[in-house]
Protein backbone atom coordinates (compact mmCIF):
# COMPACT_ATOMS: atom_id res chain seq x y z
CA UNK A 1 0.00 0.00 0.00
CA UNK A 2 1.35 3.63 -0.75
CA UNK A 3 0.57 6.19 1.76
CA UNK A 4 0.15 9.81 0.08
CA UNK A 5 0.14 12.35 3.64
CA UNK A 6 -1.48 15.52 2.26
CA UNK A 7 -0.71 18.99 4.03
CA UNK A 8 -2.56 22.07 3.50
CA UNK A 9 -0.75 24.71 4.51
CA UNK A 10 -1.05 28.71 5.00
CA UNK A 11 1.93 30.64 6.47
CA UNK A 12 3.17 29.54 9.92
CA UNK A 13 5.50 27.60 8.57
CA UNK A 14 7.86 27.05 11.44
CA UNK A 15 4.59 24.70 12.53
CA UNK A 16 5.06 22.92 8.92
CA UNK A 17 8.62 22.10 9.79
CA UNK A 18 8.03 20.66 13.22
CA UNK A 19 5.41 18.43 11.52
CA UNK A 20 8.15 17.28 8.95
CA UNK A 21 10.87 16.60 11.96
CA UNK A 22 8.22 14.31 12.92
CA UNK A 23 7.72 12.49 9.58
CA UNK A 24 11.30 11.63 9.27
CA UNK A 25 11.24 9.42 12.59
CA UNK A 26 7.79 7.67 11.40
CA UNK A 27 8.93 3.61 11.70
CA UNK A 28 7.37 3.11 8.81
CA UNK A 29 7.33 6.22 6.11
CA UNK A 30 4.83 7.56 3.82
CA UNK A 31 5.28 6.96 -0.08
CA UNK A 32 5.15 10.71 -0.53
CA UNK A 33 4.33 13.85 1.63
CA UNK A 34 2.45 17.07 -0.41
CA UNK A 35 2.48 20.42 0.53
CA UNK A 36 -0.41 21.83 -0.63
CA UNK A 37 -0.47 25.31 -0.42
CA UNK A 38 -3.17 28.24 -0.36
CA UNK A 39 -1.15 30.93 -1.55
CA UNK A 40 1.17 31.51 1.82
CA UNK A 41 3.73 34.40 1.26
CA UNK A 42 6.55 32.68 3.10
CA UNK A 43 8.89 30.18 1.11
CA UNK A 44 8.50 26.34 2.19
CA UNK A 45 12.13 25.93 1.49
CA UNK A 46 13.07 28.02 3.61
CA UNK A 47 11.51 25.78 6.42
CA UNK A 48 12.44 22.34 5.08
CA UNK A 49 15.24 22.66 2.44
CA UNK A 50 18.14 21.84 5.04
CA UNK A 51 15.49 18.46 5.84
CA UNK A 52 14.74 17.13 2.67
CA UNK A 53 18.16 15.45 1.94
CA UNK A 54 16.62 13.35 5.69
CA UNK A 55 13.70 12.44 4.11
CA UNK A 56 13.03 8.82 2.31
CA UNK A 57 10.29 9.75 0.90
CA UNK A 58 8.54 11.77 -2.29
CA UNK A 59 8.14 15.27 -0.98
CA UNK A 60 5.78 17.69 -3.30
CA UNK A 61 4.95 21.55 -3.24
CA UNK A 62 1.26 22.25 -4.60
CA UNK A 63 0.81 25.58 -5.08
CA UNK A 64 -2.58 28.63 -5.68
CA UNK A 65 -2.20 31.36 -5.49
CA UNK A 66 -4.00 33.48 -2.35
CA UNK A 67 -7.51 33.98 -3.17
CA UNK A 68 -8.95 33.49 0.14
CA UNK A 69 -9.79 30.34 2.12
CA UNK A 70 -9.55 27.67 -0.29
CA UNK A 71 -8.66 24.71 1.60
CA UNK A 72 -10.96 22.34 -0.55
CA UNK A 73 -9.64 23.21 -3.80
CA UNK A 74 -6.21 22.93 -2.46
CA UNK A 75 -7.08 19.70 -0.48
CA UNK A 76 -8.35 18.33 -4.05
CA UNK A 77 -5.17 19.65 -5.91
CA UNK A 78 -3.24 17.47 -3.48
CA UNK A 79 -5.32 14.51 -4.21
CA UNK A 80 -4.48 15.22 -8.13
CA UNK A 81 -0.62 15.21 -7.63
CA UNK A 82 -0.47 11.96 -5.47
CA UNK A 83 0.52 8.62 -6.34
CA UNK A 84 -1.08 6.36 -3.34
CA UNK A 85 -3.81 4.09 -2.81
CA UNK A 86 -4.69 5.90 0.81
CA UNK A 87 -4.72 8.68 1.73
CA UNK A 88 -3.80 10.70 5.10
CA UNK A 89 -4.57 13.99 6.03
CA UNK A 90 -2.89 15.98 8.87
CA UNK A 91 -2.80 20.45 9.40
CA UNK A 92 0.02 21.60 9.70
CA UNK A 93 0.45 22.30 12.79
CA UNK A 94 -0.42 18.83 13.96
CA UNK A 95 2.42 16.76 15.69
CA UNK A 96 3.02 12.75 16.15
CA UNK A 97 4.49 9.84 17.61
CA UNK A 98 7.02 7.56 15.43
CA UNK A 99 3.47 5.03 14.60
CA UNK A 100 1.06 7.57 13.26
CA UNK A 101 1.90 6.33 9.84
CA UNK A 102 2.44 2.46 11.09
CA UNK A 103 -1.11 2.77 12.78
CA UNK A 104 -3.08 4.20 9.59
CA UNK A 105 -1.43 1.46 7.80
CA UNK A 106 -2.54 -1.48 10.00
CA UNK A 107 -5.75 0.07 10.19
CA UNK A 108 -6.52 1.00 6.17
CA UNK A 109 -9.95 -0.82 4.27
CA UNK A 110 -11.90 0.36 2.09
CA UNK A 111 -14.95 0.42 4.12
CA UNK A 112 -13.65 2.98 6.92
CA UNK A 113 -12.00 5.84 6.94
CA UNK A 114 -9.50 6.35 10.55
CA UNK A 115 -10.26 9.40 12.57
CA UNK A 116 -7.32 10.90 15.06
CA UNK A 117 -8.41 13.37 18.27
CA UNK A 118 -5.51 15.54 18.98
CA UNK A 119 -5.06 18.10 22.22
CA UNK A 120 -4.04 20.98 22.10
CA UNK A 121 -1.28 22.76 23.54
CA UNK A 122 -1.20 25.85 25.19
CA UNK A 123 1.31 28.96 23.52
CA UNK A 124 4.14 27.90 26.47
CA UNK A 125 3.74 24.02 25.62
CA UNK A 126 4.20 24.77 21.73
CA UNK A 127 7.20 27.11 22.19
CA UNK A 128 8.87 24.31 24.80
CA UNK A 129 7.75 21.67 21.90
CA UNK A 130 9.42 23.50 18.90
CA UNK A 131 12.70 24.76 21.19
CA UNK A 132 12.92 21.09 22.23
CA UNK A 133 12.64 18.97 19.65
CA UNK A 134 15.78 21.15 18.19
CA UNK A 135 17.83 18.52 20.46
CA UNK A 136 19.09 15.64 18.35
CA UNK A 137 18.16 13.44 21.36
CA UNK A 138 14.74 14.57 21.08
CA UNK A 139 11.83 12.23 22.36
CA UNK A 140 8.34 13.05 21.38
CA UNK A 141 7.05 10.00 24.15
CA UNK A 142 8.91 12.03 26.68
CA UNK A 143 7.63 15.33 25.42
CA UNK A 144 4.10 13.78 26.06
CA UNK A 145 5.06 12.39 29.67
CA UNK A 146 5.72 15.51 30.60
CA UNK A 147 2.59 16.91 29.45
CA UNK A 148 -0.70 17.25 32.30
CA UNK A 149 -2.13 13.93 32.80
CA UNK A 150 -5.32 15.22 31.91
CA UNK A 151 -4.49 15.37 28.32
CA UNK A 152 -4.44 11.58 27.84
CA UNK A 153 -7.52 11.28 29.34
CA UNK A 154 -9.20 13.73 27.50
CA UNK A 155 -8.25 12.01 24.33
CA UNK A 156 -9.03 8.96 25.13
CA UNK A 157 -12.80 9.90 26.85
CA UNK A 158 -13.28 11.24 23.69
CA UNK A 159 -12.10 8.33 21.56
CA UNK A 160 -14.55 6.25 23.90
CA UNK A 161 -17.11 8.27 22.47
CA UNK A 162 -16.51 8.08 19.26
CA UNK A 163 -16.05 3.88 19.52
CA UNK A 164 -19.91 4.38 21.21
CA UNK A 165 -21.02 6.64 18.27
CA UNK A 166 -19.60 4.08 15.96
CA UNK A 167 -21.60 1.43 17.56
CA UNK A 168 -24.68 2.88 17.78
CA UNK A 169 -24.61 4.30 14.12
CA UNK A 170 -24.30 0.56 12.89
CA UNK A 171 -27.07 -0.26 15.20
CA UNK A 172 -29.36 2.15 12.86
CA UNK A 173 -29.71 4.34 16.08
CA UNK A 174 -27.50 7.26 14.64
CA UNK A 175 -27.80 9.35 11.23
CA UNK A 176 -24.14 9.77 11.79
CA UNK A 177 -21.32 7.64 13.47
CA UNK A 178 -17.58 9.68 14.14
CA UNK A 179 -18.09 13.16 12.82
CA UNK A 180 -14.47 13.91 10.56
CA UNK A 181 -12.41 16.96 11.58
CA UNK A 182 -9.94 17.52 9.42
CA UNK A 183 -7.08 17.61 11.49
CA UNK A 184 -5.50 14.18 11.05
CA UNK A 185 -7.59 11.28 9.30
CA UNK A 186 -7.17 8.80 6.25
CA UNK A 187 -9.41 7.66 3.43
CA UNK A 188 -8.81 5.31 0.73
CA UNK A 189 -8.14 7.39 -2.63
CA UNK A 190 -10.57 4.89 -4.25
CA UNK A 191 -12.98 6.55 -1.30
CA UNK A 192 -12.03 10.21 -1.70
CA UNK A 193 -12.91 9.79 -5.27
CA UNK A 194 -16.59 7.95 -5.14
CA UNK A 195 -17.58 10.96 -3.12
CA UNK A 196 -15.70 13.56 -5.81
CA UNK A 197 -13.37 14.87 -3.26
CA UNK A 198 -13.84 18.14 -1.12
CA UNK A 199 -17.14 20.15 -2.13
CA UNK A 200 -15.51 23.10 -3.73
CA UNK A 201 -18.28 25.39 -3.26
CA UNK A 202 -17.33 26.00 0.36
CA UNK A 203 -15.26 29.10 0.02
CA UNK A 204 -13.52 30.47 3.32
CA UNK A 205 -13.65 28.69 6.81
CA UNK A 206 -16.10 26.30 8.05
CA UNK A 207 -17.82 23.36 7.68
CA UNK A 208 -15.83 21.92 4.69
CA UNK A 209 -14.76 18.89 6.91
CA UNK A 210 -18.04 17.79 8.53
CA UNK A 211 -19.89 17.96 4.69
CA UNK A 212 -17.04 15.45 3.63
CA UNK A 213 -17.54 13.21 6.65
CA UNK A 214 -21.35 12.99 5.83
CA UNK A 215 -21.01 12.46 2.48
CA UNK A 216 -18.92 9.34 3.07
CA UNK A 217 -21.03 8.06 5.62
CA UNK A 218 -23.75 8.73 2.93
CA UNK A 219 -21.40 6.70 0.45
CA UNK A 220 -21.06 4.13 2.80
CA UNK A 221 -18.26 4.16 4.31
CA UNK A 222 -17.67 4.85 7.98
CA UNK A 223 -15.85 6.31 10.90
CA UNK A 224 -13.31 4.38 13.02
CA UNK A 225 -11.39 5.78 16.04
CA UNK A 226 -7.79 5.69 15.54
CA UNK A 227 -5.42 5.39 18.43
CA UNK A 228 -1.64 6.05 18.44
CA UNK A 229 1.09 4.94 20.98
CA UNK A 230 1.04 8.71 22.37
CA UNK A 231 -1.48 11.34 22.00
CA UNK A 232 -1.12 13.59 18.95
CA UNK A 233 -0.62 17.06 19.37
CA UNK A 234 -2.18 20.27 18.14
CA UNK A 235 0.53 23.30 17.97
CA UNK A 236 -0.70 26.63 20.02
CA UNK A 237 -1.53 29.71 17.28
CA UNK A 238 -3.56 32.78 17.71
CA UNK A 239 -7.49 32.37 16.68
CA UNK A 240 -8.36 33.92 13.08
CA UNK A 241 -11.12 36.16 14.02
CA UNK A 242 -12.93 35.64 10.95
CA UNK A 243 -13.72 31.92 12.12
CA UNK A 244 -15.60 33.18 14.27
CA UNK A 245 -18.74 32.78 12.50
CA UNK A 246 -18.87 30.83 8.86
CA UNK A 247 -20.46 32.02 5.73
CA UNK A 248 -21.27 28.00 4.72
CA UNK A 249 -23.93 27.93 7.15
CA UNK A 250 -26.06 28.08 4.98
CA UNK A 251 -24.95 25.86 2.44
CA UNK A 252 -24.28 23.55 4.23
CA UNK A 253 -27.13 23.32 6.29
CA UNK A 254 -28.98 22.39 2.64
CA UNK A 255 -26.41 19.99 1.74
CA UNK A 256 -26.55 18.11 4.76
CA UNK A 257 -30.18 17.42 4.26
CA UNK A 258 -29.59 16.53 0.79
CA UNK A 259 -26.14 14.00 1.50
CA UNK A 260 -27.82 12.41 4.96
CA UNK A 261 -31.54 12.49 3.94
CA UNK A 262 -31.81 11.48 0.47
CA UNK A 263 -27.86 9.42 0.19
CA UNK A 264 -26.77 12.42 -2.39
CA UNK A 265 -23.00 12.53 -1.96
CA UNK A 266 -21.36 13.07 -4.77
CA UNK A 267 -20.84 16.62 -5.19
CA UNK A 268 -20.89 18.75 -8.15
CA UNK A 269 -17.94 20.83 -7.47
CA UNK A 270 -14.87 18.69 -6.53
CA UNK A 271 -11.96 16.58 -7.46
CA UNK A 272 -13.21 15.88 -11.17
CA UNK A 273 -14.83 19.41 -11.77
CA UNK A 274 -13.04 22.35 -10.35
CA UNK A 275 -15.42 25.60 -9.14
CA UNK A 276 -12.37 27.64 -10.00
CA UNK A 277 -9.45 27.43 -12.77
CA UNK A 278 -7.01 29.78 -12.03
CA UNK A 279 -3.49 27.83 -12.84
CA UNK A 280 -2.01 25.31 -10.13
CA UNK A 281 1.99 24.83 -9.92
CA UNK A 282 3.30 21.19 -9.00
CA UNK A 283 7.19 21.24 -7.52
CA UNK A 284 9.16 17.88 -6.64
CA UNK A 285 11.43 18.78 -3.71
CA UNK A 286 12.43 15.54 -2.68
CA UNK A 287 13.02 12.67 -5.41
CA UNK A 288 13.70 9.07 -4.26
Request: aromatic fraction near 12%; hydrophobic fraction near 30%.
Amino acid sequence: MKISLIVPVYNRLEHFRAQFKCLLKQEVLPYEVIITDDGSKENILDYIEDLLPQAKFKVKHVFQEDKGFRKTRALNNGVKASEGDFLVFCDQDLVFGTDYIKVVKENANEKEFIHFRPINLTQEERDRFIDNQKNINFSYKKFVEGLPKEYTLSVNKTLKKDSIRRVLYRLGLRKRGIKLVGMSYGVSKKNYLKVNGYDEKYQGWGYEDDDFGNRLYAAGIIGREGRTEEIQLHLWHHMDPTKKKSQNEDYYAKRREEVLGRKEYFCEYGYNNSYEDDKVVVKMLKEV
